[in-house]
């Protein structure tokens, strides 16, 4: 049995206007009285206009926007080499710059939508891309190499560093010419920035040598400044300081040096809310065919629970929709809880994690507590529901009384983020 909880002043201003179950400004439906089980998640790729089924409400899966691959040099150092000390050396080399494979907010790759993004990534340019979170070195490292002739060389590691923009399919009921309605693959409100990286190479070049342009080979020797004096100089055997080199690393660190200022600055906190503009209507958020359905938690440290309504849920099975938005058929909202005055939201000390709980939070101005809701073809009240700041769709890891709701980068590709938003 759960306690009932007082509703907060907000509840209280809200609940006098809950007198409609409908929402026709949002053309949700109320759920039919025995509604049909999901059909499983399709199979097939997701591409821009494909069908989708029902089941697909809660999931996502990325296309790639833009890419772009850059030769980059991570490691390098400017080395003369004599008449007597030609042979096989082994060079420490200067870090120039360190790739780090992210994608999206989180910095990192956190997954398995990251981890689909990247694999796109590689397929649509045909190169072997990194697609879990890794780096190249931040350190010196060695290169080893056999000299046959004396002269000014680079030695080098490297990589093409792959870069770009990606965006998300969902699926989404879509009005047809001729006036009714399909589930398709659209275009999702959410998209990002990628990096990543192909295999490492490492070897040594000189001025005089003939190298592919756009190479990784071409950038190395780029970092001789072939043409300057240190580069035309006689000098002893061992390394030669270039300047080029260290104008390059120089900005390489001010560019990693601004872009950890901004993402230590982070989202400020959210601005609370007077007031709400909530649409009339409550609802459950009901598993499909079955009675369990999302549940607030009484307690500040617990999430967003299945459970089963009964007399003594006091409105915490209850939601309402507000702040609405739509475009482009897909509504944004607010989820208001009417037992405890709340907003739903993702923790924000655990918001690029994987499987993050759903909870409750003072209503404020923070795309934490934003979400996209998906819908069926009308006749249908199936939803998905998607958070806006980390992009991650809402769903359950088993069909179980208390199981927790999460974010799953994907969604739940076996159905079970699908929902129905049932009119109380």
């Not at 025995?34 to 059909?39: D, R």
């Not at 499983?40 to 296309?63: M, N, S």
């Not at 609370?272 to 459950?284: D, E, I, S, V």
Request: charged residues 15%; glycine residues 10%.
């Amino acid at each position: 049995m759960r306690p009932t909880r007082p509703v907060s002043r907000i509840g209280r201003t809200l609940m006098a206007c809950a007198a409609s179950a409908a929402v026709a400004t949002v053309g949700l439906a109320v759920s039919p009285a025995a509604a049909a089980p999901a059909e499983p998640a399709t199979t097939t790729q997701a591409e821009p206009g494909g069908a989708c089924t029902a089941a697909d409400l809660g999931t996502r899966h990325p296309y790639i926007k833009t890419s772009e691959v850059t030769p980059t040099i991570t490691h390098f150092k400017g080395w003369y080499v004599t008449e007597g000390s030609t042979g096989t050396q082994s060079v420490n080399t200067s870090v120039q710059t360190t790739i780090s494979v992210s994608v999206g907010l989180t910095g990192n790759v956190e997954g398995s939508f990251a981890v689909e993004t990247l694999g796109k990534v590689g397929a649509s340019l045909g190169l072997n891309v990194q697609v879990n979170y890794t780096s190249t070195s931040s350190t010196s490292t060695s290169v080893t190499w056999n000299f046959r002739n004396p002269g000014y060389y680079g030695l080098y590691k490297g990589t093409k560093k792959v870069t770009g923009t990606y965006g998300s399919l969902n699926c989404n009921r879509v009005q047809q010419d001729d006036g009714s309605w399909a589930l398709k693959w659209i275009e999702g409100a959410d998209t990002g920035s990628y990096t990543t990286f192909t295999t490492l190479e490492e070897g040594a070049v000189r001025c005089e040598d003939k190298v592919p342009a756009n190479s990784i080979m071409r950038k190395a020797q780029d970092l001789l400044d072939c043409g300057s004096a240190t580069a035309t100089a006689k000098h002893p055997a061992g390394p030669v300081p270039s300047a080029k080199a260290a104008k390059a690393r120089h900005e390489a660190e001010k560019a990693a040096k601004a872009e950890k200022s901004v993402k230590a600055i982070g989202s400020p906190a959210p601005a609370t809310r007077a007031a709400l503009n909530c649409q009339p209507a409550a609802y459950k958020i009901d598993v499909p065919g079955k009675p369990l359905n999302w549940s607030a938690p009484l307690l500040a440290n617990d999430g967003i629970r299945l459970r089963e309504s009964t007399v003594f849920s006091a409105h915490l099975d209850n939601w309402r929709l507000c702040n609405v938005t739509e475009h482009n058929g897909v509504i944004e909202a607010s989820l208001w809880n009417w037992g405890n005055g709340g907003c739903a939201t993702i923790p924000a000390n655990i918001a690029n994690q994987e499987q993050a709980y759903l909870t409750t939070t003072t209503c404020g101005e923070d795309d934490l507590q934003r979400f996209y809701i998906y819908r069926d073809v009308p006749g249908s009240s199936r939803i998905g529901v998607q958070n806006k700041y980390t992009g991650s769709m809402m769903g359950h890891d088993r069909y179980a009384d208390g199981e927790l709701i999460r974010q799953y980068s994907s969604g739940r590709q076996d159905g079970t983020g699908t929902y129905t938003l049932t009119g109380v």
